[in-house]
């Protein structure tokens, strides 16, 4: 069998391994249980990968987004390794000629989206192959201190079980003292080997600019850059918005977010150069590993200290200094947590959407629809007159719980039910009509159009018809206005798949003790952002390092702080040009020149031994 290193220069092209890799593929090797904690873009994923391909057997990848899971798949194809996955968006028939290429194709890796851990059909099948490995990647999502926490996830020890306990590689890029026992206990994992690298990045520069004129300072940021820039807003709209500014100020940007549609062609351009600069949501930058990143800005607080040191740590991974830097205003904390409880939803909110999902889809309790559902999100709430932010939480709190799976659709969907049936369709098929011809071809493609509405795909229908989107779109108005068809909704930008049957208590009960948990997580999570954004003291990288739990690391020296933090001769000359304006208190020396108290009194105490000051109760006086 090839060695690690010819199967890493062979299938990577790489001729040596990041630090940490190799010592987990050797741990993973000898049948051992690892947690690893590497940080972004330290190649967590060719770990499981290519200890895949020195064992027999399927490396069984669990892993939480598919749109990651069908990335890393095709890039696998490409290599020449056999891979596929199995997730909430196949159908029963998918799933099973899967199952069955698992068994019969000598795949070597399989990445299962976590509600599917659930399914009889998929532990059945697996628990009959040969797995080799299973891979829990991005394993902070089984923890309910984490600041992803999946509750599908914890269904994976039961899994362990029922696939004959192979060895466990769990992974992630971020993970507190407390999230690390916690993955562990709840994996129920035995003798598990920690690997983790350092969270220190020596070459990057942390910063926190305050400032109440956020884009002259973001101007003036992009104009001096060099590389490739990723920018962090919160909203589509915001990215839009920001887009439109700088090119107002001279500068080319792209905007990218979940409802892009040309999303290769935007990684493309930026990735060669040919547009550097990226304004993005956080849908930005999974999966991507680009070396020459020189500098992340968030101009909107980010949600958590995980999810910041993941998107900060896509700067300058070819290990050349690059910049990290939070843009932020006084009122920023302020809105962010405003914002935050203001789309929070509430228990009865949960309950009332849930209940008007099954009835705007006429689900029956107990039955689960086979077929993926598709709707305009906001025909949906006008419908049920829902607010749209916090029924949006909810929809992503169903996709957590791992009850439905919900996408964004990025074609053109009616839902469309013909009103004729049986003798009275045909005559009307039979007419040389455009209409007649569009039936005629809806009737083919959707069987069951006569009994129920169907989600129409309108671009495969413009295909077929021959007949333009927008020509289509009058023609199913005149079915309407002819009593032909029933349209219920115009555009669908919503897809639904319904993971588990219609039980309202099972369900809700899961969803609303989640919501309870994920309050108080996030309650934490935005305090330790607010002492990020607001610390005038601590290096911004110990920081980081102590939320991490790692310690005994010195003073970055060009973070924010410690290049605000000035040397002790310039301390005391900026407390001398104070006091020559009048008495002051090392309290107020303190707040004045944003510096720590006690390295305030340090520089006094050796002032007075010096005579230049006196003082006189709590105030300093300047001895002339």
């Not at 929070?344 to 008007?356: E, N």
């Not at 930008?493 to 997580?521: G, K, M, N, V």
């Amino acid at each position: 069998m090839s060695s690690a290193r010819e199967h890493l220069q062979k299938h990577w092209g790489w001729s040596d391994f990041r630090p940490g890799q190799k010592e987990v593929i050797d741990a993973s090797l000898s049948r051992k249980n690892t947690l690893v904690v590497l940080p972004t873009g330290g190649g967590k994923s060719l770990c499981f990968q290519l200890t895949a391909l020195l064992q027999d057997g399927i490396c069984v990848v669990v892993s939480p987004l598919v749109a990651l899971m069908i990335d890393q798949v095709s890039a696998l194809k490409s290599k020449n390794i056999r891979a596929m996955s199995i997730h909430g968006s196949m159908g029963e028939n998918d799933l099973v000629e899967a199952l069955d290429q698992c068994a019969f194709g000598n795949i070597k890796l399989l990445y299962l989206s976590p509600e599917r851990l659930r399914n009889p059909i998929v532990c059945e099948r697996l628990k009959t192959l040969p797995i080799s490995l299973l891979a829990v990647d991005e394993a902070h999502c089984i923890s309910q201190w984490g600041h992803d926490f999946r509750p599908a996830y914890r269904q994976i020890a039961q899994f362990h079980n029922i696939i004959n306990k192979p060895p466990v590689m769990a992974l992630t890029a971020t993970a507190t003292p407390k999230v690390k026992a916690d993955i562990i206990a709840s994996l129920e994992l035995e003798d598990t080997q920690l690997i983790q690298t350092s969270f220190f990045r020596p070459n990057l520069s942390y910063q926190v600019i305050r400032t109440e004129n956020k884009l002259g300072t973001i101007r003036s940021m992009l104009k001096n850059s060099s590389g490739n820039t990723i920018l962090y807003l919160r909203t589509r709209r915001h990215c839009e918005t920001l887009v439109e500014q700088l090119r107002m100020e001279g500068i080319h940007a792209r905007y990218f977010h979940g409802g892009s549609s040309n999303k290769t062609e935007l990684i493309e351009d930026w990735q060669s150069g040919r547009e550097p600069i990226m304004v993005a949501t956080s849908a930005f930058g999974m999966g991507i590993d680009q070396a020459n990143v020189r500098q992340v800005i968030h101009a909107a607080l980010p949600e958590s200290i995980e999810s910041y040191y993941q998107e900060a740590g896509r700067a300058g991974r070819d290990e050349q200094p690059a910049k990290a830097t939070i843009v932020t205003s006084a009122r920023d904390m302020q809105v962010v947590s405003s914002q935050f409880m203001d789309s929070f939803p509430r228990a009865d909110l949960v309950r009332q959407v849930y209940a008007k999902l099954c009835a705007y889809f006429q689900i029956a309790y107990g039955e689960t629809p086979l077929e993926p559902l598709d709707m305009s999100f906001e025909s949906f709430v006008d419908t049920y007159n829902f607010p749209s932010k916090k029924t949006y939480e909810v929809f992503r709190l169903f996709d957590r719980i791992g009850c439905i799976r919900w996408s964004n659709l990025v074609v053109e969907r009616f839902r469309l039910q013909v009103l004729y049936k049986g003798k009275d369709l045909r005559n009307l098929i039979r007419k040389d009509s455009p209409l007649s011809t569009i039936l005629n071809i809806l009737v083919r493609l959707y069987p069951n159009i006569t009994e129920t509405a169907q989600s129409v795909d309108g671009s495969q229908l413009s295909k077929r018809t021959g007949v333009g989107l927008d020509q289509l779109k009058v023609h199913f108005a005149a079915l309407e206005k002819n009593g032909y068809a029933a349209i219920s909704s115009w555009n669908c930008d919503t897809r639904l798949f319904f993971l588990e049957p219609r039980e309202d208590d099972h369900i809700l009960t899961r969803a609303i003790t989640h919501l309870d948990q994920s309050l108080e997580t996030r309650k934490v999570q935005l305090k330790a952002v607010q002492d990020y954004v607001e610390n005038h003291k601590q290096c911004m990288q110990a920081l980081l390092l102590d939320y991490f739990g790692e310690t005994g690391k010195t003073a970055c020296e060009h973070c924010s702080t410690c290049q605000s933090t000035p040397n002790p001769a310039q301390l005391q000359s900026s407390i001398m040009a104070i006091l020559q304006k009048k008495p002051a208190s090392a309290k107020n020396l303190s707040k004045l020149l944003v510096t720590e108290e006690k390295t305030i009194i340090a520089s006094l105490m050796e002032m007075l031994n010096e005579e230049r000051i006196f003082q006189k109760d709590l105030l300093f006086y300047i001895n002339k």
